[in-house]
């Protein structure tokens, strides 16, 4: 079970740090990303961390997004700097554990006002 948190309005260029705490015994051997979904657009990666802490971002958000990850408090996190208003969307944590299963948080709404 995935639990977001962190989501809300904030002013273009500012900042918001998203949270997802994860439950179970397979977060320190899967690899945990952020996803978002725009209204009317499909869901994109955001950026994702392997156990081995290899990183990868969308062009988008590469330079003002940083990810990362809490082996010890089953955490993955996603700072937001410099917020735009195009970074607005419904953001969720993603899991995928050995053997490839995927597990999805419920979503947190981010809204970058102009």
């Known amino acids: 079970q995935l639990q977001a948190s962190g989501g809300g309005l904030v002013q273009a260029g500012g900042s918001l740090r998203l949270s997802c705490a994860a439950s179970?015994?397979?977060?320190?051997?899967?690899?945990m990303g952020w996803y978002r979904q725009a209204p009317g657009k499909q869901r994109e990666l955001v950026a994702t961390?392997?156990?081995?802490?290899?990183?990868r971002y969308a062009d988008s958000v590469k330079g003002r997004f940083t990810i990362s990850r809490d082996n010890a408090k089953n955490a993955v996190d996603l700072q937001m700097n410099s917020l735009k208003p195009e970074d607005t969307a419904v953001y969720y944590c993603?899991?995928?554990?050995?053997?490839?299963?995927?597990?999805w948080g419920q979503g947190t709404l981010v809204t970058v006002s102009s």
């Open positions: 961390i392997s156990i081995g802490s290899s990183i």
């Open positions: 993603n899991q995928v554990v050995p053997g490839g299963r995927t597990f």
């Open positions: 179970g015994s397979m977060f320190r051997f899967s690899t």
